[in-house]
């Protein structure tokens, strides 16, 4: 490799002879590992990096995401490098072998990560943001959810955001007013109707992947005042049925786009949820 990224020696320093990766082998979760195969999946994250996310690094700042009142427009080079990722199996390199996943110790996921920031971080953002949200529900997700979301994450057909922000309240968590109302159970637990606004949500609309997992705070009526009264949704952008498969349109409506002074190849939105746009099972504002 040539390192026109990164320089490939400052990366073997620090995960071989300052950090001692190498010695992460003797535990049971990596013993199937060695440098041979961590520098088998560096190589793998330059080479996807450097093919696929750097070459169209100025288009997409440039050819920035576009609405135009239905659908969001992004430029296909985006695609193209989110699914050379996905089949590399890159998204779920971190997790158990039983998502497909590599059981790369983290610091040696976050190097390979480390080329694809590099090259476009716009791009970077769409499977950085569905990661993150794959190891929150991992972690805290029912056995339900991590099927029906985390699997179809990692293997790429599903994409994921994290909906914290609201217009009136920028970053105080404290201040937000989504709501989520109790509407009955579902296969997935616990079922709710979200009704709010949620600002600044990168990745939250594209045609990347058939479906997009939103985690969207919101508080319960009745919950405790600040940050205490909050809790966490997981809400799909198209309703999962009982067989898996992508259902009707939930309530998630984009209401428009963000332009950031930088960073820009990132799709950034403004959601609205429970307005009514669309009606899932027949009622306006029902999710999942």
């Given at each position: 490799?040539?390192?026109?990224l990164?320089?490939?020696?400052?990366?073997?320093?620090?995960l071989?002879?300052?950090?001692?990766?190498e010695?992460?082998?003797?535990?049971?979760?990596y013993?199937?590992?060695?440098r041979?195969?961590?520098d088998?999946?560096?190589?793998?994250?330059?080479?996807?990096a450097?093919?696929?996310?750097?070459?169209?690094?100025?288009?997409?700042?440039?050819?920035e995401?576009?609405?135009?009142?239905?659908?969001?427009?992004l430029?296909?080079?985006?695609?193209?490098?989110?699914?050379?990722?996905?089949?590399?199996?890159?998204?779920?390199?971190?997790?158990?072998?039983?998502f497909?996943?590599?059981?790369?110790?983290?610091?040696v996921?976050?190097?390979?990560?480390?080329?694809v920031?590099?090259?476009?971080?716009?791009?970077?953002?769409?499977?950085?943001?569905?990661?993150?949200?794959?190891n929150?529900l991992?972690a805290?997700?029912?056995?339900?959810?991590?099927?029906?979301?985390?699997?179809?994450?990692?293997?790429?057909?599903?994409?994921?955001?994290?909906?914290?922000?609201?217009?009136q309240?920028?970053?105080s968590l404290a201040?937000?007013?989504t709501?989520?109302?109790?509407?009955?159970?579902?296969?997935?637990g616990?079922r709710?109707?979200?009704?709010?606004?949620?600002?600044?949500?990168?990745a939250?609309?594209?045609?990347?992947?058939?479906?997009?997992?939103?985690?969207?705070?919101?508080?319960?009526?009745?919950?405790?005042?600040?940050?205490?009264g909050i809790?966490?949704?997981?809400?799909?952008r198209r309703?999962?049925?009982?067989?898996?498969?992508?259902?009707?349109?939930?309530?998630?409506a984009?209401?428009?786009?963000?332009?950031?002074?930088?960073?820009?190849?990132?799709?950034?939105?403004?959601?609205n949820?429970?307005?009514?746009?669309?009606?899932?099972?027949?009622?306006?504002?029902?999710?999942?």
């Open positions: 490799m040539s390192g026109k990164l320089s490939r020696r400052d990366l073997e320093f620090l071989y002879e300052w950090l001692d990766v010695s992460l082998v003797a535990r049971p979760r013993s199937d590992h060695s041979e195969t961590f088998g999946a560096l190589d793998t994250a330059e080479r996807i450097t093919e696929f996310f750097l070459p169209h690094r100025r288009k997409s700042d440039v050819e995401p576009a609405f135009d009142g239905e659908r969001v427009h430029i296909p080079e985006v695609r193209s490098a989110w699914s050379a990722f996905a089949e590399a199996g890159l998204l779920a390199a971190e997790q158990d072998a039983e497909g996943g590599m059981q790369l110790p983290a610091v996921d976050k190097a390979c990560f480390a080329y920031l590099a090259a476009n971080c716009g791009s970077a953002g769409y499977p950085l943001l569905t990661i993150a949200n794959a929150l991992i805290h997700g029912s056995p339900a959810q991590v099927e029906a979301f985390v699997r179809p994450m990692l293997e790429g057909r599903y994409a994921g955001t994290m909906c914290l922000s609201e217009p309240a920028g970053s201040d937000i007013r709501r989520a109302e109790p509407d009955g159970d579902s296969a997935l616990a709710y109707r979200l009704f709010g606004n949620k600002m600044w949500i990168s939250g609309e594209h045609e990347i992947t058939a479906n997009i997992v939103h985690l969207v705070l919101a508080k319960i009526p009745g919950g405790p005042p600040g940050v205490k809790s966490l949704f997981a809400v799909p309703m999962i049925g009982a067989d898996g498969a992508d259902g009707e349109r939930n309530d998630v984009l209401a428009g786009l963000n332009h950031k002074m930088g960073y820009r190849g990132t799709v950034n939105t403004l959601l949820f429970g307005e009514g746009r669309f009606r899932p099972e027949g009622r306006a504002g029902a999710v999942g």
